[in-house]
């Protein structure tokens, strides 16, 4: 009979075990591993999504408030845009400020005719008053010729 080699019947076995072991050790770290990176990960990403939000949110405040702002603005404008035009004058208010101006340059149209008349009247009396003073007063018709008394 043969003798059997216990030795390597045992071994073999121990060896397939601890090797198991070793393998189901590797992956368990290796997953224990990749939850914690995954954990890591997963907060980092929910931080910067926080702080990009976070930064969001106050830039669209700021363009909000600068929007408001300007809309304020432009209601402000509008406004006064309307108040004028509610008191600026209207067509028969201008048609009648038309009519009295036509009528003053009407006026002073005849006004200065009558004014040129009577420049003209007065160019005449002056005209006989130098003749009454030349004849009536022959020192005065002296003078205004030139001659010495």
């Given amino acids: 009979m043969e003798e059997i080699n216990w030795i390597p019947m045992i071994i073999v076995p121990v060896i397939t075990v601890i090797i198991n072991m070793v393998v189901g050790w590797v992956a368990w770290s290796i997953r224990t591993s990749a939850k914690q990176e995954m954990a890591n990960v997963s907060a980092n990403m929910t931080e910067q999504l926080a ?4 930064s969001i949110r106050t830039e669209l405040a700021e363009v909000s408030s600068e929007i408001k ?9 509008l406004q006064e845009l309307e108040l004028r035009h509610q008191y600026a004058p209207g067509h028969e208010d201008l048609q009648r400020l038309h009519d009295r101006v036509s009528n003053v340059k009407d006026a ?42």
Avoid: C, F, N, Y
Wanted: charged content about 30%.
């Fill in 69 to 77: 702002k300007s809309l304020d603005e432009h209601d402000k404008r």
């Fill in 51 to 54: 702080s990009v939000s976070s």
């Fill in 108 to 149: 002073v149209t005849a006004m200065a005719s009558e004014v040129q008349g009577a420049h003209a009247d007065i160019g005449g009396l002056k005209r006989l008053m130098e003749i009454l003073v030349r004849h009536h007063i022959p020192e005065a018709g002296a003078l205004q010729r030139g001659e010495k008394r």
